[in-house]
Nanobody
Framework: QVRLVESGGGLVQPGGSLRLSCAASGSIFSISAMGWYRQPPGKQRELVATTTSGGSTNYADSVKGRFTIARDNAKNTVYLQMNSLTPEDTAIYYC???????????????WGQGTQVTVSS
């Protein structure tokens, strides 16, 4: 089993910044892609940003220019730097990882527990 542990959520004022972290842990595995999704109150979960092991990134239009996704392959950790935050960014943010187990080659997909981000005065 691959576990994703998230941290960094909290309360921030509009215009402020926040950095989320998500660390993947387990025995032997490889991750091909990691990403962040969010679910605003009363809405469906939506993609925020993704990154592959090769460095390719993808962002939702609503966060382009404000959010930056980064990955530390050695630490199996993905980060989401969020700048110029607005109340519309308030949501539960979920970490996702897609990869495969090293010994068996079996593919897996994992989700974190979610971390609350609240942007308010």
């Amino acid at each position: 089993q691959v576990r994703l542990v998230e941290s960094g959520g909290g309360l921030v004022q509009p215009g402020g910044s926040l950095r989320l972290s998500c660390a993947a842990s387990g025995s032997i595995f490889s991750i091909s892609a990691m990403g962040w999704y969010r679910q605003p109150p009363g809405k469906q979960r939506e993609l925020v940003a993704t990154t592959t092991s090769g460095g390719s990134t993808n962002y939702a239009d609503s966060v382009k220019g404000r959010f930056t996704i980064a990955r530390d392959n050695a630490k199996n950790t993905v980060y989401l730097q969020m700048n110029s935050l607005t109340p519309e960014d308030t949501a539960i943010y979920y970490c996702n990882a897609d990869g495969y187990y090293g010994l068996s080659g079996i593919r897996f997909g994992s989700w974190g527990q979610g971390t609350q981000v609240t942007v308010s005065s």
